[in-house]
């Protein structure tokens, strides 16, 4: 599996952005999906998941109520809508993928990783 990540760029604080995540192969649609990030600095985050039928999402509680993830699986694609950013957003972001139909917050069982995308926000 290969994901190609794309949608990054530089906003201001209150802007939005939306992350997207193409995967190769025929099976993502049975993969749960993740995203994380990893600013300057600091240990890579989690930031959201979703089960292979978007049937679950979960958010850490820093985005939460701010960010979306969803995904449509006749595209191979998953997505991560951000609004209200602010500054301490700013980091590389990652999709990850998990062969398993959930993983969660846990980046040890995630199983493919896409390249990361730079989200700056200025104040």
């Known amino acids: 599996v290969q994901l190609q990540a794309s949608g990054g760029g530089f906003v201001q604080a209150g802007g939005s952005l939306r992350h997207s995540c193409a995967a190769s192969?025929?099976?993502?649609?049975?993969?749960?999906m993740g995203w994380f990030r990893q600013a300057p600095g600091k240990e890579r985050e989690f930031v959201a998941a979703?089960?292979?039928?978007?049937?679950?999402?979960s958010y850490a509680d820093s985005v939460k109520g701010r960010f979306t993830i969803s995904r449509d699986n006749a595209k191979n694609t998953v997505y991560l809508q951000m609004n209200s950013l602010k500054p301490e957003d700013t980091a590389v972001y990652y999709c990850?993928?998990?062969?398993?139909?959930?993983?969660?917050?846990?980046?040890?069982?995630?199983?493919?990783w896409g390249q990361g995308t730079q989200v700056t926000v200025s104040s």
């Open positions: 990850a993928a998990a062969t398993s139909h959930y993983s969660g917050s846990k980046s040890s069982l995630y199983d493919y």
């Open positions: 979703i089960s292979w039928n978007g049937g679950i999402t």
């Open positions: 192969g025929r099976t993502f649609s049975s993969y749960g």
